[in-house]
């Protein structure tokens, strides 16, 4: 329906009449009110039925089909509900002397809603508090977070530390300042790493503060040793147990040592100075110490993916390149070959035979060997196509091979026959072939020559060994 339907009887109308005379009769038989007041349903194909809070919603939302009083005479009166379409319509009887309260119906109404709404309501699940810089947790260990408090500890220079300090990974300079910042300001990150300090063996903790950078106050300690004595352990123990405050606790007699005798390599004692290079022709360079130096002793630099990426697309381009020339090596030699007319000698010590065209020498090395036409799918043996137009030759025209007898056998394995000296080998035919036999396929004449002295060679080892034919 596309109005909205009232059921509101107007003063005066027969409904009305008619109504009054069944309440002044008594009361109205249930035959003549289900007649008039039929059930009326909607015709859509879905239809959900309504709490009691919506339907008076509504009811009250529309402009003037509220609840409307009918006047009418008897202890009783009727209301008339105006509902939209698809909602059943009907009335309620209640007493005249009470009053009805539309804001209470509703608010009692909202009420069991809420607690059904509640009732089937999933319980939420308390969100596990994160912390708030957790962006490097998983690279930072606890030794290297040890090691960098020791390190700063000492020095207090965080320069000197991303300088002389080896982590278990590389770190930049800025993702140690950023963690020892956050080390100092953060209290989840703070919190977390001094728990997992705690967690730390007593060896690890020793090895990792045995390895802390010296400060200027104990060098200089170490200095008062002349490099020209020959301090012994003792010495340093002595050193040591004078000036316990002043090193740190894990310094020992032998790390004292070990750091005094690099000192006096690297000519930092205060008694010594760098002695002039050399006057002679042996002076090292500075090419000549770059070439001393090890990959490995150098502080390892950040990855570069995108020059990685473009050596690599260079290396196969370079690879395809010499893969081109190597495959044009014999169209090149042929060209020379041309141009010059010089060619090598027919025969060598390994060629059996050699098929020679007009501007091609195709060498039978092996003792069968292929001919046709090379392409993209497949390759032979020998290329005709180098020699002239061979469209017209299979891709796979035969196969010549060479018996335990010394005797040449050519065979077709194209569509189209070739001929040789004159007569005609059919597809799927095979011929034998002689020495100086003039072989025409598809066009393309060649001269077939023999090794004689190398299938002589062959005869005499197959007569010996009784070899097969």
Not at 173 to 182: D, V
Not at 215 to 233: F, G, H, N, R, Y
Not at 257 to 282: C, E, G, R, T
Not at 332 to 354: H, K, N, R
């Amino acid at each position: 329906m596309d109005s909205i339907a009232t059921l509101t009887p107007k003063p005066g109308s027969e409904v009305d009449t008619e109504l009054e005379e069944e309440i002044q009769g008594g009361m109205a038989g249930p035959s003549s009110l289900s007649a008039q007041h039929q059930r009326r349903s909607s015709t859509r194909s879905i239809k959900r039925r309504k709490f009691d809070d919506e339907l008076v919603e509504s009811s009250l939302n529309m402009g003037g089909s509220a609840l409307t009083p009918i006047p009418v005479r008897g202890t009783r009166s009727r209301f008339s509900i105006s509902v939209d379409e698809g909602i059943t319509s009907s009335s309620t009887v209640v007493p005249s002397n009470s009053m009805v309260n539309l804001p209470s119906i509703l608010q009692e109404s909202r009420r069991k809603a809420s607690k059904v709404k509640q009732a089937f309501r999933r319980p939420r699940r308390p969100r596990a508090s994160q912390p708030t810089a957790t962006k490097d947790l998983g690279r930072w260990k606890p030794t290297d977070d040890l090691s960098l408090i020791t390190a700063v500890q000492q020095t207090g220079d965080l320069l000197a530390v991303h300088r002389g300090v080896k982590f278990s990974c590389h770190f930049t300079l800025t993702e140690i300042t950023e963690r020892w910042y956050a080390l100092l300001y953060d209290k989840s990150v703070s919190r977390l790493a001094l728990a997992a300090l705690r967690n730390l063996h007593p060896q690890t903790v020793a090895s990792v503060q045995s390895k802390a950078l010296y400060t200027k106050v104990e060098e200089q300690l170490l200095a008062t040793t002349s490099s020209t004595s020959q301090p012994t352990l003792e010495t340093f123990e002595k050193l040591l147990q004078d000036n316990a405050t002043v090193f740190h606790p894990a310094r020992t007699a032998q790390a004292l040592q070990a750091h005094w005798q690099l000192m006096k390599q690297y000519h930092l004692l205060p008694d010594q100075s760098v002695q002039p290079l050399p006057k002679s022709d042996h002076v090292v360079s500075f090419t000549d110490a770059d070439e001393l130096l090890r990959d490995s002793e150098l502080a390892s630099t950040e990855r570069d993916e995108v020059l990685e990426a473009e050596l690599a697309q260079n290396d196969r381009l370079a690879k395809t390149e010499i893969k081109q020339l190597e495959n044009e090596v014999g169209r090149w030699q042929v060209l020379v070959e041309a141009v010059t007319g010089i060619s090598p000698p027919d025969f060598d010590a390994q060629t059996l035979a050699v098929l020679r065209g007009r501007l091609v020498r195709y060498l039978m090395r092996s003792r069968e060997v292929t001919f046709g036409r090379t392409t993209a799918g497949g390759t032979v043996d020998i290329d005709l196509s180098l020699e002239g137009p061979a469209w017209k030759i299979s891709r796979r025209q035969g196969v010549l091979k060479l018996r335990a007898s010394g005797e040449f056998l050519i065979s077709n394995e194209g569509r189209r026959p070739f001929f040789v000296d004159g007569k005609p080998v059919l597809p799927g035919s095979r011929n034998k072939l002689s020495n100086n036999c003039v072989l025409e396929i598809a066009g393309l004449k060649f001269v077939f020559l023999v090794n004689q002295e190398l299938i002589n060679a062959i005869r005499t080892e197959a007569a010996r060994g009784n070899a097969p034919i």
